[in-house]
């Protein structure tokens, strides 16, 4: 059965730009003078991207927001087994902010971006090649070869 070239151009545009947060938060760990600050932020916006490809891969609905733990949940009403990702990714929605404007008391350490960064890795390499579960009793499709998010998909298609 083929798939619905829509929504598997939309998750991958979602999944595209996580890879490419993620791409950005390493290099930035990498300078010789890292940006530590920019780095959370990109970790952050990645997970953030994961979470809205996955809803969208199954068609459920998100708001337009940036909070990891409002994401988290509704990824957890799909698929339980995403609760040890999305319970050490939801502590990322804080760099949303924090370190972002002067008159933060200090600057974040490596050792919390290299943490953060080491999550946000996990989270994606979790979503690459896992089957992913709904509760839908729905038929279920594959998506193409070489698309990179989960093998399948269950329930219909809704647009927000």
Not at 52 to 75: D, I, M, N, V, Y
Request: net charge positive; hydrophobic share 35%; with cysteine.
């Amino acid at each position: 059965m083929s798939s619905d070239p829509e929504l598997v151009a939309e998750t991958k545009g979602w999944l595209g730009k996580a890879r490419e947060d993620l791409a950005v938060a390493h290099h930035d760990l990498a300078a010789s003078m890292p940006f530590l600050a920019a780095a959370l932020f990109h970790v952050r916006q990645a997970v953030e991207k994961m979470f809205k490809g996955f809803l969208s891969w199954h068609a459920t609905p998100f708001r337009k927001t940036h909070s990891l733990e409002e994401l988290g949940e509704q990824c957890l009403r799909l698929d339980d087994s995403l609760r040890p990702i999305v319970d050490s990714a939801a502590p990322l929605t804080q760099y949303a902010w924090k370190f972002r404007y002067p008159g933060e008391p200090a600057g974040p350490t490596r050792e919390e971006a290299e943490r953060a960064l080491a999550v946000a890795r996990g989270a994606y390499e979790a979503g690459h090649g896992a089957p992913a579960r709904g509760r839908c009793s729905r038929e279920r499709r594959s998506l193409p070869e070489g698309s990179e998010v989960g093998q399948t998909r269950s329930c219909g298609r809704s647009r927000r």
